[in-house]
């Protein structure tokens, strides 16, 4: 079965400091993978997502950038943050069979800037 | 980019009551998800619909993919107090990478 994996759970960073919040997942090949954003109480703010080694795609203009090193692992970096990056960021894969498509979530990791 | 209208926005009711919650799209949907998220976690998946008039449940759960694929809706019977959480629907266009996602329904349930 699949699993996806978030690293830290939580993390409390300093504003200006860099940021390196890992993804990967297990027993799937050539995901598509995702990083979502969630403020406290509200929805999820597509970030990036990908579809192969390499491949980005940016969502939302910000400090943030994504890497995907591996096809099973997804990295969200900044090298600066802002207290407006302070969040809960989820990670998400899903498979790519077209029409029936189904994604799924990490536990996520909760950052705050201070 | 694409608009997910979910409704309502939060719901209190009493256990035992059923539920309903909806969103509707401008745009055609392939595939609707539903999730529930519990406080500090990720959001799990409760039920997968692909087809137009598809209807599914999954025990006290019920979702249908609309005739039209622009709405679909989740329906739970008999609201237990565990059932408290945060609902989201989420839509894929045909051929596209990303889902979109609804604002959530915040459901309260009173014991």
């Known amino acids: 079965s699949q699993t996806i994996h978030q690293w830290p759970a939580t993390l409390v960073q300093p504003v200006g400091s860099p940021l390196s919040l890992e993804c990967t997942v297990e027993g799937t090949s050539n995901p598509n993978l995702y990083w979502y954003r969630q403020a406290a109480g509200r929805g999820l703010q597509l970030l990036f997502y990908s579809v192969g080694i390499g491949q980005i795609s940016s969502e939302v203009p910000q400090n943030l950038s994504a890497s995907r090193p591996q096809d099973r692992q997804f990295i969200l970096s900044s090298k600066k943050l802002l207290l407006s990056d302070s969040g809960f960021y989820l990670c998400?894969?899903?498979?790519?069979?077209?029409?029936?498509?189904?994604?799924?979530f990490g536990p996520g990791t909760r950052l705050t800037v201070l | 980019g694409q608009q997910l209208n979910q409704s309502p926005q939060s719901m209190f009711i009493q256990e035992g009551e059923d539920v309903s919650m909806n969103c509707t799209s401008s745009?055609?949907?392939?595939?609707w998800l539903w999730y529930k998220q519990d406080p500090g976690e990720g959001p799990v998946l409760l039920i997968a619909?692909?087809?137009?008039?598809e209807l599914t449940s999954n025990g006290r759960l019920t979702a249908q993919f609309g005739i039209t694929r622009k709405d679909s809706f989740l329906n739970i019977s008999a609201s237990i107090p565990s059932d408290v959480g945060i609902y989201f629907c989420a839509g894929q266009l045909r051929n596209f990478n990303k889902f979109y996602f609804g604002s959530g329904t915040k459901l309260n349930v009173k014991p």
């Open positions: 745009s055609i949907f392939n595939t």
């Open positions: 998400a894969w899903s498979a790519r069979d077209r029409g029936t498509d189904t994604q799924y």
């Open positions: 619909l692909y087809k137009a008039g």
